[in-house]
């Protein structure tokens, strides 16, 4: 598969979404992004915050030829 946005977009990133005091609002990351963070008042908005902020990230990063990380495989041991 050609890993385009779309790509990107369909494969299962790690996203972080909790509740600051210091901040008073949600703050969420996208872990396997560095420098990758952004606030909102619900949880929702921040989510599609990060959303918007992948897009971009993406597109910028492919259209400049730099690495892009994969998700983290995470494994649930029984």
Not at 7 to 17: A, E, H, K, M
Not at 56 to 66: E, G, P, R, W
């Amino acid at each position: 598969m050609k890993k385009n946005l779309k790509y990107y977009q369909s494969i299962p990133y790690s996203y972080i979404v909790e509740w600051s005091d210091a901040d008073n609002c949600y703050i969420g990351s996208i872990i396997e992004l560095e420098k990758n963070m952004t606030c909102g008042e619900t949880p929702e908005k921040v989510i599609t915050n990060l959303r918007e902020a992948f897009e971009s990230y993406i597109k910028t990063s492919i259209a400049n030829n730099l690495d892009i990380p994969e998700p983290l495989k995470i494994y649930k041991i029984s």
